[in-house]
């Protein structure tokens, strides 16, 4: 039956982990996968989610959610993009279904993009995550791109940017990162945003923000949204993928929302019975546990207050590494300039390394990173900074 499979290419990323596991290795360092580690390399479970567990266990049965999932956790997931106490939410105007973490939130609308807009495109940022190419391929959206990052910069390409969005054809479908671009942590200013969204307005593009980091950009997730409250401002109907993989620490518990701000509530209605039909025979209704955490957290303002000072724990831990990786390589004599480390916002760096000088802190310093040269902050402590930064310079000075 399967004699003609071959075996699939490694992920550029979940591969790295894989590799990373099988190094024996005792220096190894994996700043490969975004995952948040604490200043001791070890996996971080926030206390407010501790808690929601410790609240949670034993009272609840474990019935199926419905196909849209918690309705809870999806109201409260809405006020964290949307605004607390945002008109579309009142006047429930937006079509929001639970989702399998920011993954299966992208897939459930580029599935639906697919079947009410068949013709239509997809613009994906140059570079964006990987894993957005495979999606947006699977639910068979045609792909284009537009200019993002300038590597002589190593920041934004805004004029290249400007140029794309102006070029595409009227009403075309972006996929915008909400906030800690993923892989290059450069994120549009806020004065940029504001173009950004008039120039889409413009041309009547549609906005999709994939907002897998709320809270890791500035350490406060209010903020974070910025460039979703300037789009609602400027009148814009877009859509929004979140997640808690991050944010809440939630990775493996695969807890997210999909939403849609649209025309009225009879049109939110419609759009949220297609995507729980597009859910339905996918996987059928989503995992109740993560769901439950969540709400649990959000619902209670003692609960949520200890989530925001998590939050900007983690952020501010990463931002502490940022500092200390190029304060590293500036001792070491490097003549290069790492001033992009500490300009670089959210969980990733993007470091400028080639895949080839990658391939070398890989073999030669059981360093494990993407091809791409992007290095996850989060993966940095204090104990492995100066090997880190040791192994940079070596392959990047010659
Ligand atoms: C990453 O970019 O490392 C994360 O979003 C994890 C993943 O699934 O790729």
Redesign the pocket.
């Known amino acids: 039956w399967w004699g003609s499979v071959e075996p699939a290419a490694k992920d550029p990323?979940?591969g790295v982990t894989e590799a990373f596991l099988a190094d024996p290795s005792p220096d190894k360092v994996n700043v490969?996968?975004?995952?948040y580690r604490d200043d001791n390399g070890k996996p971080v479970v926030l206390e407010c989610v501790r808690e929601a567990e410790r609240r949670i266990a034993g009272k609840l049965n474990m019935e199926y959610l419905p196909m849209g999932g918690s309705v809870n956790m999806v109201e409260e997931t809405l006020k964290l993009a949307y605004g607390e106490n945002s008109e579309f939410i009142k006047d429930k105007r937006i079509a929001a279904v639970q989702a399998l973490s920011g993954?299966g939130a992208c897939r459930l609308f580029a599935d639906f993009q697919k079947r009410f807009r068949p013709d239509s495109q997809i613009y994906i940022p140059v570079p964006t995550?990987?894993?957005h190419h495979n999606i947006w391929r699977d639910a068979q959206v045609p792909q284009r791109t537009f200019h993002y990052y300038h590597p002589e910069t190593k920041g934004l390409d805004f004029a290249s940017l400007m140029d794309d969005v102006k070029n595409a054809p009227n009403g075309s479908f972006f996929l915008l990162h909400a906030c800690a671009h993923?892989?290059t942590g450069v994120d549009p200013s806020e004065e940029q945003w504001k173009e950004i969204s008039y120039q889409f307005k413009v041309k009547g593009h549609f906005a999709f923000f994939d907002m897998?980091y709320q809270g890791f950009a500035s350490g406060d997730p209010e903020r974070d949204a910025k460039s979703i409250k300037i789009f609602l401002e400027d009148g814009h109907l877009i859509g929004i993928a979140q997640s808690y993989?991050k944010n809440m620490g939630l990775y493996g518990q695969r807890v997210g929302c999909l939403s849609l701000l649209c025309e009225d509530e009879k049109q939110a209605v419609a759009v949220k019975s297609q995507l729980q039909q597009i859910a339905r025979p996918m996987y059928s209704n989503p995992p109740v546990q993560g769901a439950l955490i969540v709400s649990t957290i959000l619902g209670d303002p003692e609960l949520k207050k200890l989530w925001l000072k998590e939050v900007k724990v983690m952020a501010d831990r990463i931002i502490g590494m940022r500092t200390a990786l190029r304060e590293n390589l500036e001792k070491l004599g490097s003549p290069l300039s790492w001033e992009h480390i500490t300009n670089q916002i959210g969980m990733f760096c993007y470091s400028g390394l080639t895949p080839e000088q990658v391939d070398r802190m890989t073999n030669e310093f059981h360093i494990y990173m993407t091809r791409n040269g992007r290095i996850?902050m989060a993966g940095i402590t204090t104990g492995n900074v100066s090997y880190l930064a040791n192994a940079i310079h070596e392959v990047s000075k010659s």
């Not at 490969?32 to 995952?35: E, L, S």
Request: no cysteine; glycine share 14%; hydrophobic share 55%.
């Open positions: 990323i979940l490969g996968v975004g995952a993954t995550w990987a894993n993923n892989p897998a993989a996850s």
